[in-house]
């Protein structure tokens, strides 16, 4: 019996593709840092019956609608507003996502850079190495409190009740702002809800971790960051167009806000001419929520599980639909 052929964007380790390969038909983009081209992606896609993607691609209506032959789009990720599901859908295109398996890798990413964004630890990490300790002083890199401080996460989804628990660990109270309430996370840690703007005007630490979509694109606009307390923290682990960078930069600049924890960047990668890396007060990851080896090795497994039980007419582990 053939088996169906499957394009992975990205070469990923033979030790977790391999065993694959007894059900599926493999072909992958033979570098791991560098993401397919287009043409190429173009060119597999309409000879694949399966693919698994990154978020570097973009699985739009062209490529979608220009595969004769495939079937399934497995997303390695738990974001999918780089995949244009309603097309897929119109199409009979199934999609899958990542979540559940990152859910707290993510959630100790997030409160590990609310952290090192509020008590400086990167600035002074570098200060250390310029050469630029001589002296204990009191007010040395003096940085903000956790304990006691309020948190506003906004988007309370799977990765937003794990940030919660720790922020309750840490002695925070915690407000929120979702779509809908969440009874089990205000029980079990205290949170609060609130209307965005209520959040934004009480929150310490506003933490983006709302998905991506029409509603959400620069949700964070010159009007949210004015909102803000002038010493309060802006974090963003989800997705960079949420925000719109320029009223963050002026925000930041204009000493609207304190500074800012950034995994995520409208484009990605930022250029290191970006003017929001010229300030001290942000701290800027390059998008590694996720990234632990555990974790991205569950990712991978889970979207390869996906392709296979849906090559063997099992129920999706993990569909996404519109
Ligand atoms: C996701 O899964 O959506 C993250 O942004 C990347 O791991």
């Known amino acids: ?47 694949s019956h399966g693919l698994m993607t990154m978020l570097t691609e973009d699985v739009d209506e062209q490529i979608l609608s220009q595969s004769n032959n495939l079937s399934i789009v497995a997303n390695m990720a738990v974001g999918y507003d780089n995949v244009d599901v309603k097309t897929a859908e119109r199409l009979n295109i199934a999609v899958t996502n990542t979540p559940d398996v990152l859910t707290e890798t993510t959630a100790d990413l997030t409160f590990g850079l609310l952290m090192a964004t509020a008590r400086k630890m990167i600035e002074a990490s570098q200060y250390i190495k310029d050469n630029k300790w001589e002296n204990w002083s009191p007010l040395m890199l003096a940085g903000t409190d956790i304990h006691g401080k309020t948190i506003g996460i906004v988007g309370m989804g799977r990765i937003g009740e794990a940030v919660a628990k720790r922020a309750k660990g840490f002695g925070m109270n915690v407000l929120y702002y979702n779509r809908s309430r969440k009874p089990e996370a205000e029980e079990t840690f205290g949170a609060s809800y609130t209307d965005f703007e209520v959040l934004l005007e009480q929150a310490d630490y506003v933490v983006c971790l709302t998905p991506l979509t029409d509603e959400t694109k620069h949700m964070f606009n010159k009007d949210a960051f004015h909102r803000m307390k002038k010493d309060a923290f802006f974090i963003n682990a989800s997705r960079g167009a949420t925000v719109d960078e320029e009223a963050l930069y002026e925000a930041i600049i204009k000493k609207k806000i304190a500074g800012a ?48 039980h849906h090559f063997q007419g099992k129920p999706l582990i993990t569909p996404v639909t519109s």
């Open 1 to 47: 019996m053939t088996k169906p052929k499957v394009f992975i964007t990205r070469r990923l380790p033979d030790e977790v593709v391999n065993p694959y390969r007894e059900h599926l038909d493999i072909e992958m983009w033979p570098r791991e840092e560098e993401p397919v081209g287009r043409q190429v992606f173009i060119e597999r896609a309409q000879s």
């Open 261 to 308: 924890g950034l995994d995520v960047f409208e484009q990605e990668p930022i250029s290191s001419e970006h003017p929001l890396l010229s300030c001290p007060e942000v701290v800027c990851l390059p998008h590694i929520g996720s990234s632990t080896k555990e974790t991205r090795y569950k990712m991978m497994r889970l979207s390869l599980d996906n392709l296979v």
